[in-house]
């Protein structure tokens, strides 16, 4: 998916049956349901796909043990079903993305023999619920075993442990795989062009008024339906069709820090079944390093929102509690902050307690907003709100919905064990091989082949990215600014910002050459990178 060809095309269409504005988790899942129903898709992003919220979450696919927790509690039906459909989603997305999703055994420690039946049957419940879609049975630990399984835990005081599944994944790179799914199916796809105003005759919503932030260029296009698939941003847009119109959401910020590689067991996450006040961390191996999260703080709607110095602070207090290592904010080795789009409620006491449940409505003008949900049921609010979109804006599909069988970019013919055979066709190290196989999947060996053209060379010493892949990215992934590829498309930015920096020179350099930079757009990237890998991704 080339971004200048693409972009191209939605210069040249003068109408599509369905404009999807938001380039995260839930609109490229939109684009992509759409346009594998044969309908004429455009979907514009005014930053990189899963700039925002969709890269900064925990990483897991999961149905959410503290959703169920909350369900039990207070008899919720709503977050009963989101987890039940989270559990399905979940076991669709490790079938249809291989490469970006696998599963992993998760410990939750248990300093009380009374946690020990509450805990215990609260994951046999996750299992069950999880039914034929399930990925691994949760049993009871004994103390020995909790540690053995992961040895950084407190021994003082540790009763036994209960060891349950779930799915991980790679955000940002399967964002990135829908949109290019999506574009492969006929969407047409573009990042870094905003949404300006919307067009409207008779008083319906026809169309938008865009501007391309990367070059300045101006125009309109027109749709027979608009989707306001913006997540935190949704109010925002909803006032550009309506001044007037209230609130749908309340927004919480959630940040994440990354740790050296020493904090978490390769193979086996943590969860924390209760915080001080009443939340659930999570401690992961993650890209060869360890993410520990989150935070739930309301917050302010922001590009780019802050990570603040408490909320660093709590994360790391927690630790102390659960770890026998000592952990201070030197060994934090980036952090970033993330929104999350709550459906309002008016009795919610805490961001917490909010539904994560999504949430469609359709304005008087034909405006289609689809918002709250999560991650993991990103297909299947997609396919709610394409089913919603055929009945209002009276569009006819050549098919029905298709999303539960097509594999993403990469996965179709994804082989488990392909880094042994990819570093055995081209010399490069495991650990290389192993990240290229993971990130590409089937497309690995272009880019091993692309990198093996012009000598193999890393990007940075002590990480497995290659240059070669920079250019990949660009020619082929839509790459269009140096902390588009630091921060999304090799996640450097979100596991070591001092490395990030000590890359961005040549990563400039390497666009600056496949994309024709000029001197003041070279600086205008080095500005803009420092600024988000110092500030806030």
């Not at 040895?151 to 349950?164: D, I, T």
């Not at 509690?321 to 789009?341: I, T």
């Amino acid at each position: 998916m080339n971004r200048a060809s693409q972009l191209e095309h939605l210069h040249q269409d003068t109408l599509f049956d369905l404009l999807v504005i938001g380039g995260g988790a839930t609109g490229c899942g939109v684009a992509l349901d759409a346009a594998s129903r044969g309908l004429r898709v455009a979907l514009v992003e005014q930053n990189d796909f899963a700039e925002g919220t969709s890269s900064r979450s925990t990483k897991l696919v999961h149905g959410g043990v503290r959703y169920l927790e909350m369900a039990v509690k207070h008899f919720d039906r709503v977050q009963y079903n989101l987890v039940r459909d989270g559990l399905r989603e979940r076991g669709l997305l490790l079938k249809n993305a291989p490469h970006l999703a696998h599963r992993l055994p998760l410990v939750t420690p248990l300093y009380s023999w009374l946690q020990i039946p509450y805990i215990f049957a609260g994951l046999k419940l996750y299992d069950l619920l999880a039914g034929k879609a399930g990925i691994g049975r949760s049993r009871l630990l004994s103390r020995k075993e909790a540690l053995a399984r992961f040895p950084m835990l407190k021994a003082q005081g540790l009763k036994a442990g209960v060891l349950y599944y779930d799915g991980q994944f790679n955000d940002a790179r399967t964002a990135l795989a829908l949109a290019m799914t999506a574009a492969e199916q006929g969407a047409t796809v573009v990042s870094h062009v905003e949404v300006r105003g919307l067009r409207k005759e008779k008083g319906q919503v026809c169309g938008a008024e865009l501007l391309d932030r990367l070059s300045g260029a101006c125009w309109s296009i027109r749709a027979r339906g608009v989707i306001n698939a913006t997540g935190p941003f949704a109010d925002q847009l909803r006032k550009l069709d309506d001044p007037a119109a209230k609130p749908l959401l309340k927004v919480s910020s959630g940040i994440h820090i990354v740790l050296d590689q020493r904090f978490a067991p390769p193979d086996t996450g943590l969860m924390i079944p209760s915080t001080e006040d009443g939340r659930v961390l999570f401690v992961l191996p993650w890209e060869g390093h360890a993410l520990v999260g989150t935070t739930d703080e309301a917050a302010e709607v922001s590009e780019h929102p802050r990570p603040q110095a408490e909320e660093i602070a709590y994360l790391l207090r927690h630790l102390g509690k659960y770890f026998d290592l000592q952990v201070s904010e030197a060994d934090v080795k980036a952090v970033w902050s993330g929104l999350r789009p709550l459906v309002f409620a008016a009795d919610a006491g805490n961001t917490a307690r909010l539904a994560r449940d999504h949430f469609l409505q359709a304005s008087p003008s034909g405006l289609l907003t689809i918002t709250g949900g999560k991650w993991t049921t990103y297909r299947e609010m997609a396919e709610d709100t394409v089913d919603l979109a055929l009945k209002n804006f009276a569009l006819t599909p050549q098919r029905d919905c298709q999303t539960a069988t097509i594999p993403l970019i990469g996965g179709a013919n994804y082989d488990p064990a392909g880094d042994r055979a990819l570093a055995e066709r081209f010399p490069l190290p495991p650990q290389t091989a192993l990240h290229l196989h993971r990130a590409y999947g089937d497309r690995a060996a272009a880019v091993a082949a692309l990198a093996n053209s012009s000598g193999n060379r890393l990007l940075l010493e002590g990480h497995p990215y290659l240059e070669a892949e920079v250019v990949y990215t660009a020619r082929h992934e839509a790459a269009a600014r140096a902390i588009d590829v630091l921060a999304r498309r090799l996640p450097l930015a979100l596991l070591d910002r001092a490395a990030a920096l000590a890359a961005l020179p040549r990563v400039i350099e390497l666009l600056a050459a496949e994309l024709g930079w000029d001197e003041p757009r070279c600086q205008q990237e080095q500005n803009l990178a420092r600024q988000r890998l110092t500030e806030a991704l």
